[in-house]
């Protein structure tokens, strides 16, 4: 079993900044992608940034720029720095890991609960 905790959501004013964090733990043998995703009242789940093990990132275009995604292997956590924040970056975000939890087996996807982002105008 692995469990993500996600933490540092919160209410912040347009412009502010947060820092969301995620500590996976469990049954990991590897963590493969680590990522953070956003799901907005009514609209779909979406990936926001993406950090491979060897730190190759991926990110919406939208927060290029203002958001750095970064990951801490030893302790399997990943962190999202988000800065500028706008009112559209209000959602609810989760943590996502692909991990492994034996040698050779399959990489499997697992998400947090979710940690809620309110920017307000």
């Known amino acids: 079993q692995v469990q993500l905790v996600e933490s540092g959501g919160g209410l912040v004013q347009a412009g502010g900044s947060l820092r969301l964090s995620c500590a996976a733990s469990?049954?990991?043998?590897?963590?493969?992608?680590m990522g953070w995703y956003r799901q907005a009242p009514g609209k779909q789940r979406e990936m926001v940034a993406q950090i491979t093990r060897g730190g190759s990132t991926n990110y919406l275009d939208s927060v290029k720029g203002r958001f750095t995604i970064s990951r801490d292997n030893a302790k399997n956590m990943v962190y999202l720095q988000m800065n500028s924040l706008k009112p559209e970056d209000t959602a609810v975000y989760y943590c996502h890991v692909a991990a492994q939890r034996y040698y050779n087996s399959n990489y499997l996807a697992h998400w947090g609960q979710g940690t809620q982002v309110t920017v307000s105008s």
């Open positions: 469990g049954s990991i043998f590897s963590i493969n992608t």
